[in-house]
Structures are given as C-alpha cells and as structure tokens.
C-alpha cells in the first residue's frame, strides 16, 4: 500500500460520504445565487466583471470548506483507533498523511471544478458570454487557495493529538488570516517606524501583507483575470493600505522587489501547501500513537 492507494481510498470514502456533495452542492448554490443576483439587479454588467464579483465569495467559503475537509484526515484516524490497524497494514507514517494530503485535495478541487461548471453554464445563459480566460484565470487562483488551506488543515491534524486540538488550531488559522493578519502586519509598522502606515510603503511590509494566503490569492486572481481582485480582511481601522497589483509600482519606491512580482504569491500559495504539511508529518511521524 502506498501514497497512491491511500489517497484513493480516502477519495472513495469521502464519496460515499455526505462531504463531497455538500461542499459541492453549497459552491454549486452560491454561485448560482451570486450569478443570478447580479443578472437580477446589475442589469450594466458583464460576463467578464462577473468574474471579479465571483472571487470575493470564493475567497471566504473555499478556505473554510477545504479547512472542513482536512481537519480531521489524519487526527479522526487516531481518534477512532483505525490509525494502529493501517500502520499493522504496508503504509507507513508518511504515506497515510501524504495520501491523505492527496485525498482530500481531490475532494476541494472536485468542488472548485464542479462550481465553475456551474458558473460556465449560468454565464452563457444569464449574460450571453463565457470569458474562458477570465473564468480560466479566477479558476487556477481558487484551485490554489484551495490546495493551501486543505495543506494547512491536513498538516494541523497530522500534528494533533485530539479532535479539539486540531479544530481549534484550523478555526484560529482561518481567524488570523481574515481577521487579525491586517493589526499584526500593522503592529510590525508601527514598531518599525513609530508611526502609522501610509503610501508610498517600503517594499517588507508590503511583504508581511502578502504572507497571507488571502492577499497572495488576490494577488494571483488580479495577473489572471486581469481585473483588480482585493483579498476579504478585516482591518478593524488599522492596517498596511491594500494596494491592487496594478497599482504597485506606484506604492513603493524604486524598483519593485522581486517577492512582490506576481509569481511570489504563488509562491507564497505553494508554500503554505507544503509547509504545514511538513512539520505536521514531522511531529506525527515522532509522536507515540498508544
């Protein structure tokens, strides 16, 4: 038994479970609901300014689906026992997180596509228009955001010992990065420079901003779709300004760093895939499961 094996069994349960279709089903309705408001009321606007409309949704509901997901992959193993039954078994330690990594990555992305499927039909049948490159675009950003987050949770439950360990860490992940990432890029600001943040800002901070997986979202939707998308976060009054991609040059002086062009933020995307995942294999593969 290997990654491979694991992660298709994985998929398989979650198919005959109620995960995949009400995940899907709950992407499948918002964007019929956001699709058929905006046709409804916004009677100026286009196929293409949909696309924009669409990520800030998208940007809520795919971390907190992909977190729901990956929560309990590896952690509801050692809650129920199964865990000391698969390890009697070939797979080792590594390949029942890694393919359960794989596993529920499938599940997220089958929602995603599923909910662009959606998206694709209503735009030919509402607005007359499929802007493939923009939809294409708004759908590799989402399939990113997504993969990082079911990283994040998968790394967290391989890492936990207990059920409410792992939610309370995925819950208050999902609450940093929408709610608080703004105040604490702010307090390194302000602790910096003694003042609050204002344009031009140099090059670091903006930086710290984009460390949010969110923000590089944004960032990575904007290249692709080639309209403006702004990450959904709380700033509570005090924050590092949101500067649009298009705008950048502008906002820092002197030439643009490199961790600020565009592919850092997927850059940023794949690391945060890769690296929860390893240090939750890691303290998994040294923790004592009796």
Do not use: C
């Amino acid at each position: 038994m290997s990654v491979s094996v694991v992660a298709r069994k994985d998929f398989e349960d979650a198919l005959r479970s109620r995960m995949l279709w009400s995940l899907t089903g709950l992407l499948a309705v918002l964007i019929a609901v956001g699709y058929v408001a905006v046709w409804n009321w916004g009677h100026d606007t286009t196929a293409e300014a949909m696309v924009g409309f669409l990520s800030l949704p998208l940007q809520v509901l795919v971390p907190i689906s992909a977190l729901i997901v990956g929560y309990m992959a590896v952690v509801g193993e050692r809650r129920s026992g199964s865990i000391k039954l698969l390890l009697g078994l070939p797979p080792t330690r590594g390949d029942i997180v890694f393919g359960k990594l794989v596993g529920r990555s499938g599940v997220v992305a089958v929602a995603v596509l599923t909910g662009f499927a959606v998206a694709a039909l209503l735009s030919l049948a509402l607005f007359g228009a499929l802007p493939l490159a923009a939809l294409g675009g708004l759908l590799v950003a989402t399939l990113l955001l997504g993969l990082a987050f079911v990283g994040i949770a998968v790394g967290v439950s391989a890492a936990s010992a207990s059920r409410g360990r792992a939610m309370a860490a995925t819950v208050g992940t999902y609450i940093v990065f929408i709610g608080f990432w703004k105040l604490l890029t702010a307090g390194v600001y302000y602790f910096a420079n003694d003042g609050a943040p204002s344009l031009p800002i140099e090059g670091p901070y903006l930086l710290l901003e984009r460390l949010n997986p969110m923000q590089a979202f944004a960032v990575v939707a904007t290249e692709l779709t080639g309209r403006d998308v702004f990450p959904v976060l709380f700033q509570y009054g005090v924050g590092i300004p949101t500067v649009p991609s298009s705008e950048l040059s502008t906002a820092v002086p002197g030439d643009l760093p490199f961790y600020l062009e565009p592919w850092s933020a997927v850059a940023v995307l794949v690391a945060w895939f890769v690296a929860p995942m390893t240090v939750g294999y890691l303290r998994f593969r040294a923790a004592d499961l009796g």
